[in-house]
């Protein structure tokens, strides 16, 4: 007989199935985890003075990507998205695995998705190692290694009362792009055209984490959203936070679209790949020297507070610094959810 439906987020999921189980599993004997599940790589003892970093992320047909999507792209944003999570640490890649199911052996196909993901892997000086390949539904899961001295790997437990809450370049135009595939509004062919590698070919900010070694107390990449992704990490800090919404930081294409989608896509729309991170005040103008250098926009967007009740709080406010309403808040922290 089949057990009775309850629903069961994805995080929920992993927590019950996964995490428990393995945080068991390292409380009863020595091992060399420095950091297990819960952030955005894990973290190995591999030496007195590095730890290897370590993540996975798998990218599905019809779910990160349309049936027929442009193999070039994909070889791309897989490797991309996973460099992310490297990135989210202040780790340095040090290479990757690829395991591949195909529905077929199409030459031509896998000429362009290799073409893309060696363009990735040459970018980021993260090189192919070794992987699997097996016939089956398109499939395509990395993972990816990395190298960071020990103690200095952000996390996402390390955010402290009064931090600013920092975001890298801008966010929203993926799920803008996704809006526009999807006909859910009308975007014109330049704007699609302006905008469509935020979805298709994300830029993991490598070089931003590596100088925020040090520097930021805390931080996440982007993938669900960014409002929903903050609340992990002030979970993981147990803390809570206000934003102000209107610092979202926005392209201008995605500032042309009507409020309401610019707030919702920036907020919760997912696939930026950006960083967001805490870092103290006395450390602004370091950031902005940081930015200027990278010649990448960085947006203070909000602040860190203490924690008020048992669980996480974050806050949105408007322009004025009153909290914007309950319904509208949740709606703006309903970030992706596999299986919400
Ligand atoms: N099947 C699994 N087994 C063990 N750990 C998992 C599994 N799926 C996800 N995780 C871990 O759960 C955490 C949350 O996952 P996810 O949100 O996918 O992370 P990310 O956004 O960094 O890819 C991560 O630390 C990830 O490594
Ligand atoms: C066809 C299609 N539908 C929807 C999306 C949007 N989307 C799919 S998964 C996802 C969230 C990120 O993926 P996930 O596997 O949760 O990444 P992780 O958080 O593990 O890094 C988003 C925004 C997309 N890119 N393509
Ligand atoms: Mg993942």
């Not at 991309?80 to 202040?90: P, T």
């Not at 896998?110 to 499939?139: I, M, R, Y």
């Amino acid at each position: 007989m089949k057990s009775p439906v309850t629903p069961l987020g994805e995080f929920a999921l992993i927590g019950r199935f996964f995490k428990e189980a393995s945080e068991a599993m390292l409380a009863a004997q020595p091992h060399s985890v420095a950091l297990g599940i819960g952030d955005d790589c894990a973290l190995l003892r591999v030496s007195p003075i590095d730890e290897l970093a370590i993540t996975s992320d798998m990218l599905v047909e019809g779910r990160h990507f349309f049936v027929d999507a442009n193999p070039e792209w994909l070889g791309y944003k897989a490797l991309a998205v996973n460099l992310s999570d490297l990135a989210a640490m202040g780790a340095k890649p040090l290479g990757f695995t690829l395991a591949l199911a195909l529905p077929e052996a199409d030459a031509n196909w896998l000429q362009s998705f290799s073409k893309g993901l060696f363009a990735a892997a040459q970018a980021f000086e993260c090189p192919l190692v070794g992987g699997d390949t097996t016939a089956g539904p398109l499939n395509i899961c990395i993972t990816a290694f990395g190298n960071v001295p020990k103690g200095l790997a952000i996390k996402r437990s390390g955010a402290q009362v009064e931090d600013d809450i920092w975001v890298s370049g801008t966010v929203g135009d993926a799920r803008l792009t996704l809006a526009a595939l999807r006909h859910e509004l009308d975007l014109n062919p330049q704007d699609l055209e302006a905008i469509q590698h935020r979805m298709h070919q994300p830029s993991p900010r490598i070089a931003l984490g590596l100088a925020l070694r040090g520097v930021a107390h805390a931080a996440l990449d982007i993938s669900d959203g960014l409002l929903g992704d903050l609340k992990h990490l002030l979970e993981g800090s147990q803390k809570d936070a206000e934003v102000y919404l209107d610092r979202l930081p926005k392209s201008p294409t995605l500032l042309k679209q009507a409020i309401h989608f610019q707030n919702q896509f920036a907020a919760s729309g997912g696939d930026d790949y950006e960083l967001c991170f805490t870092a103290p005040q006395r450390l602004r103008s370091k950031i902005e020297e940081i930015g200027r250098t990278l010649q990448l926009p960085l947006t203070q967007i909000g602040r860190i507070k203490p924690m008020q009740s048992e669980r996480a709080v974050l806050t949105v406010l408007s322009a004025d610094g009153m909290p914007i309403d309950e319904s509208q808040t949740a709606l703006l922290l309903q970030s992706f959810d596999h299986f919400a």
